[in-house]
């Protein structure tokens, strides 16, 4: 998810190359370069002169070395299926166990990884399993527009439609697998699927930022109105921005929401090691060191590109001791017959070592955009020449997520796409901090699934509708909203209750019948925090103090006439129904206050 380092292969460099053996078969691997005179075999100087042309071919090295460990892997894998035959007597004893999982340990470390599958052919929708299609429904040479579709029959449930836009930074869409598998039983969704550089023709042209900008508004007309967007890290700016221009424009086609997780809006706030090496070098150290071309016989022969075993690299780098730890572990699990956990490990590595190329132009466009110029934050930001004006959001609600020990985006620089958004009503805004994960726990595991998700989930219900009118913004200075306890809790912005008093009375007096034998015009006592409801949040609760509902008996006694009218008023669209709220505060109105 950020620049990283030159891959460290440790050769013998030459001090003289021959003109016959530039002339040799093996020509590809003498490297030359006639602008400084660096001459290596295999490897260059960790830093490159600006002009050397040395680094054009590390791809082609990575390639034959690919190439030439085939007879070692194919030989390994064959002698690991001797030693694991159960006709083998060898099968059992400590010694063929431990040739085994060397073998495994050796095909595994030198095989190259493909695109993994989804793997999602069910989900459960409303207490019934559903089948699962995945289909592609728009498609563009670098990116394909997924649609996970739920075969729930004749009968449509008013799901919200969320736009997933997944991270193009070294690892395919399918490491948001957990995050689809979750939100698909209450939403429906697609998923941006980038295809990887070194597989797309030269023919086919650039990719850079402005396109990425370029498809994500592309997909959001496709997709037609009232669309929420979810981007998870590297293309929170991309996705701001796409916003951003569409409001600029009166696009009606603008998202409904738009959910940022883990983003490096602002890398000045709490720099991690990535900001950092990306602030400390130069655009041209990134273009002369990690910029490369793909090689042949690859589909995109001759492209620009950053390299996936490059981008792996520098992943690994900044935990390297826990993934030979956990490659230590995973031998010891094979040699033990420990399947369960060594299947987890292939599971994970399975999904983590599979990497794409980048666009040359993207990469260096983004580090430069993102990391060293600072662009959005500072206002300088362009989309094809034009401003982008990230004041110019007023209709796309706005809601930020960070994981509290995130060492890749640092807490606060996804929150700053708060302080951009100068149009954007405080209702209409919400920020969650997760406490105890890392960047992966933000769209991932199970503090995902049971903590971050439901907000996420509620607060896309809290907007279903763009408004057709911006809200009126505040005189004075308010606070973005913080979620609150509870599974499904909204994190909507804080408004002010409205005071009890004669005002409240008047509106309790004026309501229809089957609401005015339960409204209060204020509350019985000290009032219940009926944010302990899931699927009650600050904004709802606040819509429910001022109609005149204080306390969980008020739920807890409601009628269908009551149910009915109280949907109509506050326009909860079935909420009290399907969230259960009747049977939630029958409970909690039967426990006692906690002081």
């Known amino acids: 998810p950020g620049p990283s380092a030159p891959f460290p292969l440790h050769l013998p460099v030459r001090t003289r ?6 002339r040799a078969v093996f020509d590809i691997l003498i490297l030359h370069c006639k602008n400084c005179g660096v001459r290596a075999f295999g490897a260059a100087p960790a830093e490159l002169p600006p002009d050397c042309e ?5 791809y082609q090295l990575y390639e034959f070395n690919h190439a030439a460990m085939s007879p070692v892997r194919a030989m390994a894998d064959m002698t690991r299926l001797y030693f694991q035959n159960p ?5 059992h004893t400590p010694v063929g166990r431990q040739v085994a999982a060397g073998c495994e340990m050796v095909e595994r470390l030198t095989r190259r990884y493909g695109k993994p599958e989804f793997g999602l052919p069910e989900t459960t929708v409303s207490g019934v399993k559903v089948q699962v299609r995945e289909e592609i429904v728009w498609s563009k040479p670098f990116c394909n527009l997924l649609h996970f579709d739920r075969k729930t029959g004749p009968q449509k449930h008013p799901d919200p439609k969320i736009l997933v836009i997944a991270p193009m930074s070294g690892h395919y869409a399918t490491l948001l697998r957990g995050t689809v598998e979750t939100l698909l039983p209450k939403a429906d969704i697609y998923i941006t699927d980038w295809i990887d550089a070194r597989m797309v023709p030269l023919a086919q042209g650039h990719f850079d930022l402005d396109d990425y900008v370029d498809y994500i ?3 959001l007309h496709y997709l037609g109105p009232n669309t929420h967007v979810l981007a998870v890290c590297q293309p929170s700016v991309p996705a701001l921005a796409a916003a951003a221009v569409m409001e600029k424009h009166g696009d009606p086609m603008s998202p409904a929401t738009l959910t940022l997780m883990g983003g490096p809006i602002d890398t000045r706030i709490n720099p991690t090691a990535v900001n950092e090496l990306a602030e400390n070098k130069p655009i041209e150290w990134f273009e002369n060191n990690v910029i490369m071309k793909v090689p042949f016989p690859q589909p995109g022969f001759m492209r620009d590109v950053y390299p996936g075993f490059l981008q ?18 995973y031998f010891q699990h094979l040699v033990a017959g420990d399947g369960d956990s060594a299947e987890k490990h292939r599971d994970f590595y399975d999904e983590y070592l599979a990497v794409m190329d980048l666009t040359a132009e993207f990469y260096l466009q983004t580090v430069d955009t993102v990391f060293i110029q600072h662009a959005l934050p500072k206002g300088t930001y362009t989309h094809r020449g034009e401003l982008v004006d990230c004041g110019a959001i007023r209709r796309t609600a706005l809601l930020t997520v960070e ?16 302080d951009l958004c100068t149009s954007l009503a405080p209702e209409m805004q919400a920020h969650y901090m997760q406490p105890s994960v890392g960047h992966y726990g933000v769209f991932n595991g199970s503090r995902f699934r049971s903590e971050i998700a439901p907000r996420i989930l509620d607060f896309i219900r809290s907007h279903m509708m763009r408004p057709e009118k911006a809200p009126p913004l505040p005189r004075g200075t308010s606070e973005i909203a913080e979620a609150t306890r509870g599974e499904d809790t909204a994190p909507t912005a804080k408004a002010p209750a409205k005071a009890a008093g004669p005002d409240a009375g008047v509106a309790a007096a004026t309501m229809s019948d089957p609401l005015a034998a339960i409204l209060l015009a204020e509350p019985q006592g000290v009032a219940d925090d009926l ?5 009650i949040g600050p904004k709802l609760q606040t819509a429910l103090n001022g109609a005149g509902i204080f306390h969980y008996w008020q739920i807890a006694g409601l009628n269908e006439a009551q149910i009915e009218a109280l949907d109509g008023k506050l326009d909860f669209r079935g909420r009290i129904a399907r969230d259960g709220w009747i049977e939630q505060a029958q409970k909690l109105a039967g426990e006692p206050a906690e002081h």
């Open 17 to 22: 190359c021959t003109a016959v053996e530039r």
């Open 87 to 91: 006709l083998n007597p060898l099968t």
């Open 531 to 535: 944010t302990a409801i899931t699927g």
């Open 312 to 329: 792996l690299s520098g992943f690994m780098s900044m935990n390297l001791d826990r993934h030979v730890s956990a490659h230590r572990d």
């Open 217 to 219: 508004i592309e997909m």
């Open 403 to 418: 994981g509290e020990k995130d060492d890749i985006t640092g807490r606060g620089q996804t929150k700053a796409a708060h």
């Open 54 to 58: 040395v680094g054009h071919v590390f």
